[in-house]
């Protein structure tokens, strides 16, 4: 037994804290290096794209600046895996550069210890992701949406999904009508058990119609099987009974909450209640198991980092191989975008869009470093 414990390549895989602490530290101070400056950059970069598109708008400089604030959270978010990636480029390469890493793998150190500090902290910040940062985000960047629709866009939204079903809330020439549906088809549009609520005026409530279903048509909705009701009367059936109607199958689908204005944690009870009104949540689903992937996809940058800096190089080619590295992994995002497309697209399944550019650079970056660490 303490032969096995002395063996010499079980010492080498011990990790020293003092060497996991230096490596860590430097990793971590290049990644907040970095982070300042991108949302530096994005927060710039926000506000004169806001301010060029609020110019014709009734909208000061104090709305442009709370809407870019609500905003940076979530493109932070969106750029976290580059932040990563140029934080492990610079960190391996003032290794490589200072000979520290030729000192620690002439003393019998592995790769794979200077590299687990900053896989751990690369974890740890996909983990802080996910479950602090998603969160906000969605909060913030859902109250974007909706001073953006006022704003901007100059609407409002019209439609919410709950457990008591979907709600449309709809405007006329005669006032406005709320609608609740126990669940929908979306392809034809149409809603299944529909209560209407009637106001006219300051929401003066003036009438309810129960109809079996309701189907919508261009200018307005045909609800079928329907008993109106009226305050102070008697209800009356109808086997159809029209109500005026803006609304288009469009308009209404692109009301729903985006995936991105809902919290992690959020997302499977918001998914579970969208199928059971009847909607498609492949959406949200690819935004879950995305979320998911984070941690494994940050960790697949660290190694994407490694392989190309980790190497000692000649002089004059160092400036290459990051800029190799940059590429790659805007290559790597890319293509993520191309495999998400086919999951909203359900050309692939959900669980393999979300995992697979994750999962294929991470295989990769192991493949290589192991070819690397052999030779």
């Avoid at 929401?203 to 189907?215: E, T």
């Avoid at 790659?328 to 497309?341: E, K």
Wanted: hydrophobic share 55%; aromatic share 10%; net charge positive.
């Amino acid at each position: 037994m303490t032969a096995i414990v002395s063996d010499p390549l079980i010492r080498r895989l011990r990790l020293s804290p003092t060497l996991s602490a230096y490596v860590a530290r430097q990793y971590t101070t290049w990644f907040l290096a970095y982070f300042a400056g991108l949302v530096g950059i994005i927060l710039l970069v926000s506000t004169v794209d806001l301010l060029d598109r609020l110019a014709t708008k009734d909208a000061s400089l104090g709305i442009v600046i709370r809407m870019v604030i609500l905003k940076l959270p979530y493109l932070s978010q969106e750029v976290m895996p580059f932040t990563v990636l140029f934080a492990g480029l610079s960190c391996f390469w003032k290794l490589t550069r200072t000979h520290e890493l030729v000192i620690t793998r002439a003393a019998g150190i592995s790769v794979w210890q200077v590299l687990l500090p900053v896989l751990g902290v690369a974890m740890l910040v996909g983990i802080l992701t996910v479950s602090l940062l998603n969160p906000l985000a969605s909060i913030l960047l859902g109250r974007f949406e909706q001073m953006e629709a006022k704003y901007i866009r100059n609407q409002a939204s019209t439609l919410a999904v709950s457990s008591t079903g979907v709600w449309l809330r709809q405007a006329d020439a005669t006032g406005q009508s709320v609608i609740n549906a126990r669940r929908a088809t979306p392809e034809p549009l149409v809603l299944h058990d529909v209560i209407v609520f009637q106001f006219e005026d300051q929401d003066r409530f003036v009438g309810r119609i129960d109809a079996a279903r309701a189907v919508l048509e261009p200018g307005r909705w045909v609800l079928f099987d329907a008993w109106q009701t009226r305050p102070g009367s008697r209800a009356e059936f109808a086997e159809r009974v029209e109500v005026p109607s803006s609304l288009t199958r469009e308009k209404i689908l692109d009301s729903f909450a985006p995936p991105e204005t809902i919290s992690f944690w959020s997302l499977p009870g918001f998914i579970k209640v969208l199928t059971k009104a009847g909607f498609s949540a492949v959406r949200h689903k690819l935004q879950f198991h995305r979320l998911l992937a984070t941690p494994v996809l940050l960790i697949a940058m660290v190694l994407l980092a490694a392989t190309f800096s980790l190497r000692p190089q000649r002089r004059g080619r160092v400036a290459l191989v990051i800029l190799s590295g940059v590429l790659a992994g805007f290559l790597l995002y890319f293509l993520s975008n191309f495999v998400f497309a086919l999951g909203l697209s359900a050309r692939i399944p959900v669980v393999l869009a979300a995992w697979t550019p994750a999962g294929v650079s991470m295989m990769l970056g192991v493949a290589t470093l192991l070819h690397l660490e052999d030779g």
